[in-house]
């Protein structure tokens, strides 16, 4: 299910940020979409006393590290490195089913990033229905252009 979450979170991305363009017949998009499309497949277990994940680039922002908030098992932090562009680093929460778990305002923080701030921190709450069990975490940059980062953790 995880596997095929992701490509249809990156494609819906890439169609409704321009990266396909909208003349294009709906025959070749379905084509044009899967080249588009970068999976990142991570499962993370041992996330809380710190993990690099030298794997996780992508041309607008990579991620570095996951870890807990330090004192707090309940909060999960990822750090990362933007490259340049303006815009907003969030990350969500979702069932194994692809279902998005509400975090009450204020559980989430948001990093804005460009030109200067390129290094960032997000953190989030993790719901309490997803506590002691498997789920997603989805780390996205949003600016001119939009990626996300759809990460398996057992929380």
């Known amino acids: 299910m995880f596997s095929i979450w992701l490509p249809l979170v990156m494609t819906s991305s890439a169609l409704i940020f321009g990266a396909i363009p909208s003349h294009v017949p709906t025959t070749t ?5 899967m ?10 277990q041992d996330w809380k ?10 041309p607008l922002f990579d991620l570095t590290e ?7 098992m309940e909060i999960i932090r990822f750090s990362g490195e933007a ?3 303006a815009g907003e680093i969030t990350l969500s ?3 194994l089913e692809g279902d ?10 948001v990093a804005r990033v460009d030109e200067k701030r390129r290094e960032f921190q997000v953190t989030g709450a993790i719901p309490r229905v997803l506590r002691g069990r498997m789920g997603v975490v989805q780390v996205t940059f949003t600016g001119e252009k939009r990626a996300s980062y759809l990460l398996k953790v057992r929380f």
């Open 29 to 33: 998009t379905s084509s044009a979409w």
């Open 35 to 44: 080249v588009a499309v970068q999976e990142f497949d991570a499962f993370l």
């Open 49 to 58: 006393k710190g993990q690099t994940l030298a794997n996780l680039r992508h």
């Open 66 to 72: 996951v870890s807990a908030v330090s004192g707090m």
């Open 83 to 85: 490259h340049g562009q």
């Open 93 to 95: 929460f979702y069932t």
């Open 100 to 109: 998005k778990v509400f975090s009450p305002p204020g559980s989430v923080s």
